[in-house]
């Protein structure tokens, strides 16, 4: 049974790495495995004498299943199943009595660790999990080497690991970066940030995050911050309260990924950058006008928008071409439909006001001007706390609150264009982003925003922001300096450091732990087969198959000499003195050479034999290695010198050899 100390070490590492995994495990179960804890840390400090009994425990096992089966369809399969074993570490930290439970429990424990590192997967999270691990491994080598010295294991436990660093960094590299070939159970839905529909709210809620949601370094020249417009998902459904993406452009995208992808006319001038996206359990990608995709694992789509062929179920790098002076100037007779239609019924007020602008604004030009020009008369403010409007939210905004969100001012133009006549959608996404080192621009949840497209005849769908015209500072400053006068930036995150960027180390703090964060999703979380191929393209000239080949077998053989390494620094050394090393080899040789030595015979009969049937230049040899073991075995110490002795083998190979010609 493993020690106290190594039972202590087991138990913090359980309790570490599930206390981490506190979002995603339920209440209840959490706690019960700190009552756990507790119980076999009293039992290895003997303030407590005696477990649970098993019957308890069974029935406590069996409570736990019932509950958990009851809440478990709320919280997903994986989630599900990531509770029920944590339940089964926490009954088997209280019944741990034997090395077969030390062990089970030891690769629970890392099980669970490395599905915390499917949930978290930042810089800060890895360091975490992996001194969880190291101090898992040290826990079990101590186990199975109880009488080492803690200086000892702790030595060979760093030898292990610098072996293991190399290999793994190989293998991250030469193997092959597949796409995952199923979707992990319950990753269907959006873990933060946009979601599939838009509710005048939602918004407001998103930007009181100051969670990174992409990253995006360009090639050459940053684009001016009016340009920042990063699209998202585009919703043409509005049935009075709110927007949603229409179930024709979800078939529309599922056929694009097994069909030729859509290509838009594109021309001008243009950004390429590379993007790294953040996990959010969609397939949402985001983009400036007009964007084309050069990665293969990114879909493009007649709604101007890119996705990815599988869920973000962690952090994806891929690369773009904006071509920012193209227009949008392409969309079907349906397109146009689409984005004509309206409720049935609901929003009496702004029907009759639409009616009212339509006849005194002929053209579509006008039209607009003058929804625009009745935000910027009325005295609009833009906020983060608007009020909550259930009912006939278009006239509650437009004629009685007239304070809300960019979702608002968006949704209500939408709406307003479209009652009269002209083809308007919602496009959600982000804008802005705060400049990094070089020409790199992070993009956060309060970067999120919303505004409209109107469809001209002669220049396609053309971008309008109602929010720019309430809110100017929005557009030219950001969300911190637009909402400043009500001081609701990141209220729910009070103790974030993008709320400091006035102390002047704080903030040094931030961008440093911002550029690491990058790197580490750049080239170790969002690695993919792009970036395998550009490290191959950079040792070779090209990534050709016989190169990647070649970089294959290279790698697996540096992996193979390594291992032969640690292997051969740790073959078992011979705890065999001097003296008998060397005598038990002179024994080999002579046997080799036909002095076969019986299983009944001692050293002195051996001799004897020697004596009489060698030649004397074998014999003689033979005889002062005989004495160095016989005055080893019984005065304790050698008569000759390591030195000495490998000459005198040497000699007797030789005399051997010389008799025998």
Not at 5 to 24: E, G, M, P, Y
Not at 544 to 560: D, E, Q, Y
Not at 603 to 614: A, G, H, L, N
């Amino acid at each position: 049974m493993a020690s106290n100390r190594q039972q202590l070490l087991l138990t913090c590492c359980l309790l570490l790495s599930c206390i981490a995994l506190f979002d995603v495990l339920l209440i209840w179960v959490s706690g019960l495995l700190i009552i756990s804890g507790i119980i076999r840390i009293s039992l290895l400090r003997h303030t407590q004498k005696h477990t649970i009994t098993q019957r308890t425990l069974n029935l406590l096992a069996v409570l736990s299943l019932v509950v958990l089966f009851w809440y478990g369809w709320q919280i997903g399969l994986m989630n599900s199943m990531l509770n029920l074993l944590v339940l089964a570490c926490a009954f088997k930290l209280i019944k741990l009595e034997n090395h077969k439970d030390f062990l089970q429990l030891s690769l629970s424990t890392l099980f669970i660790i490395a599905c915390g590192f499917m949930f978290y997967q930042q810089i800060i999270a890895v360091v975490f999990y992996s001194l969880l691990v190291i101090a898992l491994l040290f826990a079990l080598q101590s186990h199975f080497q109880p009488n080492r010295t803690l200086p000892d294991l702790s030595t060979e436990l760093i030898k292990q690991i610098s072996f293991a660093i190399p290999v793994s960094l190989l293998l991250f590299i030469a193997l092959p970066h597949l796409p995952p070939l199923w979707q992990m159970p319950g990753m269907n839905q959006a873990q933060s940030g946009l979601s599939d529909t838009l509710n005048p709210g939602d918004l407001s809620r998103v930007a009181q995050s100051a969670e990174l949601a992409f990253s995006a370094e360009f090639q050459q020249k940053l684009p001016t911050r009016t340009q920042l417009y990063w699209r998202a998902q585009v919703m043409e459904v509005f049935n009075g309260k709110q927007w949603s993406r229409h179930p024709y452009r979800l078939r529309q995208q599922q056929q694009l990924q097994f069909s030729q992808h859509y290509n838009p006319r594109v021309f001008g001038e243009h950004y390429r950058y590379s993007v790294v996206a953040q996990p959010t359990g969609m397939n949402l990608l985001y983009a400036l006008d007009v964007a084309t995709p050069v990665s293969d694992d990114v879909i493009a789509n007649p709604s101007y928008q890119l996705t990815s062929k599988f869920p973000l179920v962690s952090t994806i790098s891929y690369e773009v071409i904006s071509w920012y002076q193209t227009p949008l100037d392409q969309a079907s007779s349906f397109d146009l439909v689409l984005n004509l239609q309206l409720p049935p019924n609901g929003n009496p007020r702004a029907r009759a006001f639409a009616k009212q602008l339509a006849a005194n604004n002929p053209t579509v030009q006008q039209k607009i001007r003058a929804v625009l020009q009745y935000y910027k008369q009325q005295s609009f403010v833009y906020s983060l706390q608007p009020d909550v409007m259930p009912d006939n939210m278009v006239d509650t905004f437009l004629f009685e609150k007239k304070k809300g969100f960019c979702a608002h001012y968006a949704a209500s133009m939408a709406y307003l264009l479209r009652l009269m006549g002209i083809p308007a959608r919602v496009v959600t996404g982000y804008m802005g982003g705060e400049n990094q080192s070089g020409n790199r621009i992070n993009v956060y949840q309060f970067d999120a925003h919303a505004w409209v497209e109107a469809w001209h005849e002669d220049k396609g769908w053309v971008r309008y922001d109602p929010t720019a015209v309430v809110s100017p500072e929005r557009l030219l400053y950001g969300l911190e300096q637009a909402v400043a006068y009500e001081n609701s930036f990141l209220t729910e995150q009070p103790f974030s450091l993008m709320k400091f960027k006035s102390v002047r180390w704080l903030n040094q703090l931030r961008l440093a732990f911002a550029q690491m964060d990058y790197w580490w999703n750049s080239w170790v979380v969002g690695f993919n087969q792009r970036q395998q191929l550009s490290i191959i393209s950079a040792i070779f000239g090209s990534a050709t198959l016989t190169n990647i080949g070649l970089f294959t077998l290279g790698a697996l053989g540096i992996i193979l000499f390594i291992v032969a390494v640690y292997i051969w620094k740790n073959k078992p050394k011979s705890t065999s003195p001097v003296a008998v090393k060397y005598y038990l080899h002179a024994l080999k040789i002579l046997k080799k050479h036909g002095y076969q030595r019986q299983y009944s015979q001692g050293p002195e009969d051996y001799y004897q034999q020697i004596k009489t049937s060698s030649p004397l230049p074998v014999f003689n040899v033979f005889k002062r290695l005989h004495n160095n073991y016989m005055h080893y075995q019984y005065a304790g110490k050698p008569s000759m010198s390591p030195k000495r002795l490998k000459a005198e083998l040497k000699q007797l190979k030789h005399v051997l050899r010389t008799s025998q010609s």
